[in-house]
């Protein structure tokens, strides 16, 4: 029954169009009065085909009341929108435990990785990353991806075991990180100083924990040379914890420029952005 209800309104858009096609065709010379007559049985055929399309929807909706024990129309609208309702609940339940399903998934590899990355820190040591400003720049992104990956964990729906080993991996860091940075800014200075050579230049870090760079070059007579080249290195002097930059013409020059740099300490868990901004991980 409904397989014919599908097909009758089809049948009779189909007339329409033979009966609209037949009378746009009578205007031409020819037998037009077979035409208009064929026009007519094709229009007949329609409606024909349209009432008993409807007829045949009112039995199956009556079919459908009687299989479903309801007597009105009403009831049987409650009870599709009920049904509809349940699939729709249904779908919605399958949705949250997909999600719920990728979220452990999620939470399962990244407690994976901080379980290797626990057990690789302690390893890592300051001289592989002191040898040149290629290592020393190693050494930073290194940094950076421990960094960004404690960050993920800010996203991530963890239970208190898996805080405490979040907490674990951010403690390694904090000590591994008071251990290189220290180290890499004190090897910045002769690091420098080799690519510096061949410009008659020089360059050392000094103070306290390394904190300050110190660049020697004829070129720095000159303001515009010197903020140039300040521009150039100031993210990685930054990302590096430095906490001032010299720059002096001659060795023994009273009269210097400096900047100032407003770092994190060694012990901060950094996000670094571009133009030397950055955000401190809780």
Do not use: C
Request: proline share 2%; glycine share 4%; aromatic share 10%.
């Amino acid at each position: 029954m409904q397989t014919l209800n599908s097909f009758l309104p089809f049948i009779g858009f189909l007339a329409l169009i033979w009966a609209l096609g037949a009378l746009a065709f009578a205007i031409f010379p020819g037998n037009r009065v077979r035409r208009v007559k064929i026009a007519g049985i094709a229009f007949a055929i329609f409606v024909v085909a349209i009432m008993a399309s409807l007829r045949v929807e009112r039995t199956a909706e009556n079919q459908e009341m009687t299989d479903a024990g309801v007597s009105s129309r009403e009831e049987l609208a409650a009870m599709r929108a009920a049904e509809q309702e349940r699939i729709e609940t249904a779908q919605r339940a399958e949705s949250a435990a997909l999600r719920e399903a990728e979220e452990v998934a999620k939470v399962s590899a990244y407690i994976e990785q901080l379980d290797r990355e626990i057990a690789s820190i302690p390893s890592v040591q300051a001289s592989k990353y002191t040898e040149d400003i290629t290592t020393i720049n190693t050494g930073l992104l290194l940094i950076g991806a421990w960094a960004l990956l404690y960050e993920r964990g800010e996203n991530l729906i963890l239970n208190e075991e898996a805080r405490q080993k979040r907490q674990q991996f951010r403690q390694l860091l904090v000590r591994k990180q008071a251990d290189l940075l220290p180290a890499m800014r004190d090897a910045y200075g002769p690091a420098m100083r080799q690519q510096l050579w061949e410009a008659d230049g020089s360059a050392r870090t000094i103070g306290a924990g390394y904190r300050t760079v110190e660049f020697v070059s004829a070129a720095f007579a000159r303001n515009a040379n010197i903020q140039q080249i300040h521009l150039e290195i100031r993210e990685n002097l930054m990302m590096l914890r430095f906490t001032r930059a010299q720059y002096k013409w001659f060795e023994r020059a009273s009269d210097f420029s400096y900047y100032t740099l407003e770092v994190p300490r060694d012990s901060d868990v950094v996000k670094w952005e571009s133009g030397g901004r950055y955000r401190v991980l809780d």
